[in-house]
């Protein structure tokens, strides 16, 4: 199975190449035809490896040498496991659907030939990312999928906004990146390997940290700093709003399946590792409940549409931290792969309200859209209610898993009602959007109009997924299917140590269904009637200014950081530079000029001058001669 497992990766590398470097189409249809094939043929690779784990039991495993530095002796490999396999599936499947999706979304753009180039890059290095056997080829990924979000989130880069939001991604996740090139240096101090296979074995001989703790915890330190960028968590999560610059189908493919996710994947992958730090697995949960408390209060009070699920992915990422800093791994990855469905089919349906309301994005503008987009309807409807958690959809089953696993421990209810609050907004602000976009009457100035069937398709495929995806997961305490996600990813991940949960099960359960159920209805009951949300907004002004402006946190790094950074490097442009950098570099042609300007004085142009001057020249070295032979 080497063959499927390297042309899974290469696929898109090649979609990207014959787009962008050789045929260069200037056809929407015919640009992403290509490399919607490239990125199919990508999905049917990993199925073919799907399955074969299956049967096999067996991951593949294919390296190279790479390069050797010191004790450092590396190869490039590429790895295949239960693990990788979910990812690939979820990456590579909603990937192909979101190219799809484009191929109508971008069918009157100038420059669709640059557009699907630079998603077959992102698709490509974000399997590089899920199927690396080592770290530093991890990073190599990691880092892809962060240049490629800055081509993408900046793809309008006529407009400043948007070219700025793209460097604004690309500047945040630097910070953390330096972070994560921290951990990987720690790591290699540690196990002398960079091997996923390897540290893990090397940390079973051990049998944990031993004495060296406050290096581990360090280590895992380092490596939650580059998750927090990647994946969006307090204080890198500014990066990820501003995202929406870019096209719809670009939201959905960094928001949904691909690049806020690689934060949840690394730390998954190195399990072995975050299982013997405490510490920083309840700052990782800490930090997860208030992320996704504080998104989505901002939620709460976005008028774009695109920017409410912005911060709606903000939230649901900071869930899946929370259920990563519990141990709950498969909780996390499990979560992935529903909010992959409905946050595509939302991003997309998003997308369609968009393109039929001739680029308005202003939800305040819309309403009743039902009648006039049906398809977009219902499958925006099923998956409002999958991320807002209502019974029997996939969010439902994911949501409840991670507020499960934060109910242990002494911080488990403070854990628990973190994630319930951010849960209780999910549907609140859900509901709001759904209510101003669809019902009421039309407050818009354009004729709006079901999308075409090459962007309805991929609603009607994800809004599937939203509904069933989440019975791969079902609970134990309902005893009808048996957990499939956790007996597949059991093999490669480290099942926590049974701990007393602090509610039981169903309990828990009944109350995450109340509180989803609670905010649908407080939503649906303000904003289907004009006057109860004009008498809402009035009675929360304040909290709303708050929350519109979004805590004014992007304020104050700019006040605290960016503004002081502006002024030093003002300071080192106007004064430094030209008065200590110049002036050292210059000082010797300076001093060369001087001289030159002073021997100058003896070029008079007359030859008698000459003369007299090499006369006494001649004299005064034959004095200096005689005076020497005479001593």
């Known amino acids: 199975m080497n063959t499927p497992l390297i042309l899974m990766v290469l696929l898109p590398l090649a979609g990207s190449i014959l787009n962008g470097l050789i045929l260069r189409p200037h056809s929407a249809k015919r640009a992403g035809v290509i490399a919607t094939l490239f990125s199919t043929g990508s999905f049917i690779c990993a199925l073919l490896l799907f399955f074969n784990l299956l049967q096999t039991g067996t991951p593949v495993q294919i390296s190279t040498p790479w390069f050797t530095a010191g004790d450092l002796k590396l190869e490039w490999g590429l790895h295949f496991d239960w693990l990788t396999a979910v990812m690939a599936l979820v990456v590579t499947g909603i990937g192909s659907v979101i190219h799809l999706y484009s191929i109508g979304y971008m069918?009157?753009?100038?420059?669709?030939?640059?557009?699907?180039?630079?998603?077959?890059?992102?698709?490509?290095s974000m399997i590089t990312l899920i199927t690396s056997d080592n770290l530093v080829a991890l990073f190599v990924g990691w880092e892809g999928v962060g240049v490629c979000s800055y081509l993408l989130i900046g793809f309008w880069f006529e407009d400043i906004e948007k070219a700025n939001a793209g460097i604004k991604a690309f500047v945040v996740n630097r910070i953390g990146d330096a972070g994560f090139l921290i951990g990987i240096f720690l790591c290699f101090q540690l196990f002398h390997t960079l091997n996923f296979v390897d540290m893990s074995a090397a940390i079973s001989k051990l049998g944990g940290p031993g004495t060296s703790?406050?290096?581990?915890?360090?280590?895992?330190?380092?490596?939650?700093?580059?998750?927090?960028?990647?994946?969006?968590?307090?204080?890198?999560?500014?990066?990820?709003?501003?995202?929406?610059?870019?096209?719809?189908?670009?939201?959905?493919l960094i928001h949904a399946a691909t690049m806020v996710t690689a934060g949840i994947y690394m730390i998954t992958r190195m399990n072995f590792l975050f299982q013997f730090t405490p510490?920083?697995?309840?700052?990782?949960?800490?930090?997860?409940?208030?992320?996704?408390?504080?998104?989505?209060?901002?939620?709460?009070?976005?008028?774009?549409?695109?920017?409410?699920l912005a911060y709606s992915t903000v939230s649901q990422l900071g869930l899946m931290f929370l259920a990563l800093g519990s141990g709950a791994y498969i909780a996390a990855i499990f979560h992935v792969?529903?909010?992959?469905?409905?946050?595509?089919?939302?991003?997309?349906?998003?997308?369609?309200?968009?393109?039929?309301c001739h680029e308005e994005q202003d939800i305040r503008h819309m309403g009743g859209l039902k009648k006039y987009m049906p398809l977009t309807y219902w499958t925006f409807t099923v998956s409002t209610l999958a991320l807002a958690g209502f019974p029997l959809l996939a969010g439902f089953f994911s949501k409840d898993l991670i507020l499960y696993s934060a109910l242990q421990g002494k911080w488990g209810f403070l854990l628990w009602g973190l994630g319930s609050g951010a849960s209780l907004l999910t549907a609140f602000y859900m509901a709001r959007l759904h209510a101003l976009t669809f019902h009421g009457e039309y407050r818009g100035h354009a004729h709006p109009h079901e999308?075409?069937?090459?962007?309805?398709?991929?609603?009607?495929?994800?809004?599937?997924?939203?509904?069933?995806?989440?019975?791969?997961?079902?609970?134990?305490?309902?005893?009808?299917?048996?957990?499939?996600?956790?007996?597949?990813?059991?093999?490669?991940?480290?099942?926590?140590?049974?701990t007393e949960h602090l509610l039981p099960e169903l309990t828990a359960m009944g109350i995450a269904t109340s509180a989803a159920i609670i905010g649908l209805g407080i939503g649906y009951w303000f904003y289907l009637e004009p006057k109860r949300t004009e008498g809402l907004n009035s009675i929360m002004a304040?909290?709303?200014?708050?929350?519109?402006?979004?805590?004014?946190?992007?304020?104050?790094?700019?006040?605290?950081?960016?503004?002081?950074?502006?002024?030093?490097?003002?300071?080192?442009?106007?004064?430094?530079?030209?008065?200590?950098?110049?002036?050292?570099?210059?000082?010797?042609?300076?001093?060369?000029?001087?001289?030159?300007?002073?021997?100058?004085?003896?070029?008079?142009?007359?030859?008698?001058?000459?003369?007299?001057?090499?006369?006494?020249?001649?004299?005064?070295?034959?004095?200096?001669?005689?005076?020497?032979?005479?001593?």
């Open 107 to 124: 069918a009157h753009d100038r420059s669709p030939g640059r557009f699907f180039t630079y998603l077959n890059l992102f698709l490509c």
């Open 213 to 252: 703790l406050g290096l581990w915890t360090l280590t895992t330190l380092c490596l939650f700093i580059g998750a927090t960028g990647k994946s969006a968590q307090i204080p890198l999560y500014v990066w990820l709003p501003d995202a929406m610059a870019g096209p719809t189908p670009v939201s959905a």
């Open 279 to 308: 510490d920083t697995n309840l700052l990782i949960a800490f930090i997860g409940g208030l992320t996704a408390l504080m998104a989505a209060f901002i939620a709460t009070s976005q008028n774009d549409i695109k920017k409410v």
């Open 337 to 356: 792969m529903t909010h992959a469905f409905f946050k595509a089919c939302l991003f997309l349906g998003a997308g369609s309200v968009i393109h039929a």
């Open 451 to 498: 999308s075409p069937s090459v962007m309805t398709i991929p609603l009607v495929i994800l809004g599937i997924g939203a509904v069933f995806a989440g019975y791969l997961g079902m609970p134990e305490a309902f005893h009808l299917l048996p957990d499939y996600i956790a007996e597949f990813l059991g093999h490669v991940v480290k099942m926590p140590a049974e």
């Open 542 to 631: 304040p909290l709303r200014t708050l929350f519109a402006n979004k805590f004014y946190v992007d304020e104050i790094y700019g006040f605290i950081l960016v503004k002081p950074f502006k002024q030093f490097s003002l300071f080192l442009a106007r004064i430094f530079d030209p008065n200590v950098v110049d002036a050292g570099v210059m000082f010797p042609a300076k001093l060369a000029r001087m001289g030159g300007t002073a021997l100058s004085f003896f070029q008079i142009g007359s030859a008698q001058f000459y003369l007299l001057v090499m006369l006494l020249g001649g004299l005064a070295v034959f004095w200096y001669c005689l005076k020497g032979a005479l001593v």
